[in-house]
């Protein structure tokens, strides 16, 4: 929901499917007149074989996927050894890690375009159940939300002390920001910088 009105607001409205993605996806480029589909590059072997079916379905369809970096701060491919094998051990892996150059943190647009004809017609949003935690322990949903906890985290006393406390679930060591990562409400690299 939150999602929802952050799109509305920048004048896109977030369309909900649910099927096999290699149709579904290529039916909304369709619907929608689009030639190139834009996604952020996943490299869990789900996702890529997901990502292969739907660009095999666009490509037949005569539309264009490309996987663009995003959910990683940097991709598996660029950290390797000299001799271009993967770096098993941890502190080499870390150092060759920490020196492959940063892509620019963009900015959120302003405005996002809807296709010419409109937006294609979606599913309404589900209800979603009622929590089975105490609501006022769960953390507010959105964008806004997880940039507001990540800030909370870098200005408290946690952060200097983190190489210990991360291992501390019982005090307040960890930066509680792993659903915002994983549902990329929050950027890794946005993290980073």
Known sequence: RELAADLAGRGAPLVVRTGHPELVITALAAEAGARDIFASRDVSPFARARDRAVGESLAAAGRQLHLKR?????????????DGRPVTVFTP???RWAAVPRRALLPVPAAIPSPAGGAPAGKPLPVPPAPTA??????VPGEAA???????????????AY????????AEGTSRLAADLKLGTLSPLEVLV
Not at 70 to 82: I, Q, S
Not at 146 to 160: F, I, Q, T, Y
């Open 70 to 82: 995003g959910l990683l701060v940097v991709e598996p491919e660029e950290v390797h050894a000299d």
């Open 93 to 95: 892996f870390a150092r």
């Open 134 to 139: 105490d609501p006022a322990l769960l953390p």
């Open 146 to 160: 997880a940039r507001e906890r990540l800030a909370r985290w870098v200005a408290s006393a946690a952060l200097p």
């Open 163 to 170: 190489a210990e406390g991360r291992n501390r679930l019982d």
